[in-house]
Every structure is written in structure tokens, then in C-alpha cells.
């Protein structure tokens, strides 16, 4: 079993830098892979990133390629979202998902949420 919290959001103007934190608790941290999605109002949640257990793979969307940067710490049992040029298209409620084995795009692959956090881009 692993709970999941995210943390880290805001208001930003465009152009501007959020690192969002996604804290887990549980057991085996490492074996699992961790992804973002995020939902913005009136549209489907989509695919954000993943990175895989041990941290050495990361996949990403192509509308945050070059942006957005998935790290992880399992020490600290923690994964990071570094997102910097943000444009007011990234605005949404971010969440983070883990499922054990390895990573996935499609949500209904992930077995873990967190709450979300809200992240509001103005131009």
C-alpha cells in the first residue's frame, strides 16, 4: 500500500517556475514508478511525465518536453516535478500515481493518487 500527497503549487505568471513535490509513504519505494497528470477545467486528466522506480528513466508529454524536468529521491521517498516556463496552458490540478513494475502513460495503469495540487499559470 503507498499513500501519496502532492505539494508545491501556486500562482505563477507565465514564465515562471513551480517544483512540485510528491511525498509517498509505504513500503519498497524504488519499485515503484511514479507519474504525473494533470487535469485542467472542463478537460480529461492527461498524461505529464513518469520516471521509473530506480529514477534512471523519464518519459514526458510532448506539450512539457524541454520544460518540465521528473526527479525522485527514494531515500526521501519523494519525486519532484521541475517545471519552469510555464505557460497559462499548464494550468490544472496536478497529480501524482505510482504503480509497482514499470512505468505507463495510461492512468488507469496506476494504482496509487494523490489529492492534486492546483497550479494556476496567468499570462
Known amino acids: 500500500q503507498v499513500q501519496l500527497a502532492e505539494s508545491g503549487g501556486g500562482l505563477v505568471q507565465a514564465g515562471g517556475s513551480l517544483r512540485l513535490s510528491c511525498a509517498a509513504s509505504?513500503?519498497?519505494?524504488?519499485?515503484?514508478?511514479v507519474a504525473w497528470f494533470r487535469q485542467a477545467p472542463g478537460k480529461e486528466r492527461e498524461f505529464v511525465s513518469v520516471?521509473?522506480?530506480?529514477?534512471?528513466?523519464?518519459w514526458y508529454a510532448e506539450a512539457v518536453e524541454g520544460r518540465f524536468t521528473c526527479s525522485r529521491d527514494n531515500a526521501r521517498y519523494t519525486v519532484f516535478l521541475q517545471m519552469n516556463n510555464l505557460k497559462p496552458e499548464d494550468t490544472a490540478v496536478y497529480y501524482c500515481?505510482?504503480?509497482?513494475?514499470?512505468?505507463?502513460?495510461?492512468?488507469?495503469?496506476?494504482?496509487?493518487w494523490g489529492q492534486g495540487t492546483q497550479v494556476t499559470v496567468s499570462s
Open positions: 520516471i521509473s522506480g530506480g529514477g534512471y528513466n523519464t
Open positions: 509505504g513500503h519498497t519505494f524504488s519499485r515503484y514508478a
Open positions: 500515481a505510482a504503480r509497482s513494475g514499470i512505468s505507463a502513460r495510461e492512468e488507469n495503469h496506476y494504482d496509487y
